[in-house]
């Protein structure tokens, strides 16, 4: 396979040594495979039913798919200030451009955050209203 940017023959390596990836030696993005994206954000936050939709605003881009050459579609990225490519017509996987591997765990640290403030939230406001109901079923 060839990286999508620069054509530079993509090499296998082990990510942070957890789970194998194509990555490119010239231009240091990689290539994740479909379920490998989810695996690098369950390294932060892996409650994948407080993740919000992945996939938002596509637009078609220039560059080819590692594995069938279909052009790519960039991505808002969860609705974050972050843009990833996605081979979108055979969901064969993801392109991030280097450092973007980075922006995705800071993405799933702050959505871990957002996600405990309101499950701790939750918990108060349900708290006060058993309060409420205890004061008000005593008159």
């Known amino acids: 396979m060839n990286c999508p940017k620069c054509n530079t023959e993509l090499t296998k390596k082990y990510y942070k040594g957890m789970f194998e990836i194509d990555s490119c030696p010239n231009c240091r993005g990689m290539w994740l495979d479909f379920d490998e994206l989810d695996k690098l954000e369950d390294v932060i936050f892996d409650e994948d039913a407080h993740k919000g939709s992945l996939v938002h605003f596509q637009t078609r ?18 609705l974050y200030d972050l843009r990833l490519d996605t081979c979108s017509e055979n969901r064969h996987g993801f392109w991030l ?25 939750e918990a108060e406001w349900k708290q006060m209203l ?10």
Do not use: S, W
């Open 61 to 78: 881009t220039q560059f080819p798919c590692p594995h069938c050459g279909m052009m790519l579609d960039e991505f808002q990225y969860r």
């Open 97 to 121: 451009d280097a450092g973007e591997d980075e922006r995705v765990m800071e993405v799933m640290q702050r959505r871990a955050k957002e996600t405990q403030r309101k499950i701790n939230a």
């Open 130 to 139: 058993k309060g409420m109901h205890a004061f008000l079923g005593k008159k």
